[in-house]
T-cell receptor, first 111, second 117 residues
Framework: EPEVTQTPSHQVTQMGQEVILRCVPI?????FYWYRQILGQKVEFLVS????????KSEIFDDQFSVERPDGSNFTLKIRSTKLEDSAMYFC?????????FGPGTRLTVT | AQSVAQPEDQVNVAEGNPLTVKCTYS??????LFWYVQYPNRGLQFLLK??????LVKGSYGFEAEFNKSQTSFHLKKPSALVSDSALYFC???????????????FGKGTKLSVKP
């Protein structure tokens, strides 16, 4: 069964550093998403991506964040200058017609 | 704005007993509703969805959910709980999409289900 994959599973970085989180969505899906879950809190929407551009973004997705689909298979989330409060689990998701399928997540720890 | 509420932080059930995890929603228009399950250190797994049609929807692992429009609820149920069902369960509603977006998911805070032998 096809699944969404994410790398790395855990990333530790220092405050102010750039990180890139990678995702491979399900191959015939057209809609792509990033969500995050701060420890013990709700899953929150960050951004959606369709037809090679951002279709929606939340207030969390400020200028420090960017997304890209560089090669038609990978979907990346870049945080330009990480802050302590960016520490969270980041989930990639993709969808075809309706339901979204999530990857296993990348745990980002900013020290 | 669309929202979902999960009123219980935790539900405790004995193995073999029926389980219910509650969810209520607030939407404008017809809701697209979902249940996801999260096992420790894992991603969110899709369980089931309601879009239209029969109010009782069946999903993975023997779970089902009942859509009740008058009570704006979408409770998750299972007739006979297993210890392996112990996990975190999230109800979600799909927000209205804009532009080319289908609409992102808005999640409840989650309910921890604990099934004891």
């Amino acid at each position: 069964e096809p699944e969404v994959t994410q790398t790395p599973s855990h990333q530790v970085t220092q405050m102010g550093q750039e990180v890139i989180l990678r995702c491979v969505p399900i191959s015939n899906h057209l809609y792509f998403y990033w969500y995050r879950q701060i420890l013990g809190q709700k899953v929150e929407f960050l951004v959606s991506f369709y037809n090679n551009e951002i279709s929606e973004k939340s207030e969390i997705f400020d200028d420090q964040f960017s997304v890209e689909r560089p090669d038609g298979s990978n979907f990346t989330l870049k945080i330009r200058s990480t802050k302590l409060e960016d520490s969270a689990m980041y989930f990639c998701a993709s969808s075809g017609l309706v339901e979204q399928y999530f990857g296993p997540g990348t745990r980002l720890t900013v020290t | 704005a669309q929202s979902v509420a999960q009123p219980e932080d935790q539900v405790n059930v004995a193995e073999g007993n029926p389980l219910t995890v509650k969810c209520t929603y607030s939407v404008s228009g017809n809701p697209y509703l979902f249940w996801y399950v999260q096992y420790p250190n894992r991603g969110l797994q899709f369980l089931l969805k309601y879009i239209t049609g029969d109010n009782l929807v069946k999903g993975s692992y023997g779970f089902e959910a009942e859509f009740n429009k008058s009570q704006t609820s979408f409770h998750l149920k299972k007739p006979s709980a297993l210890v392996s069902d112990s996990a975190l369960y999230f109800c979600a509603v799909r927000d209205k999409g804009y532009g080319g977006s289908q609409g992102n998911l808005i999640f409840g805070k989650g309910t921890k289900l604990s099934v004891k032998p």
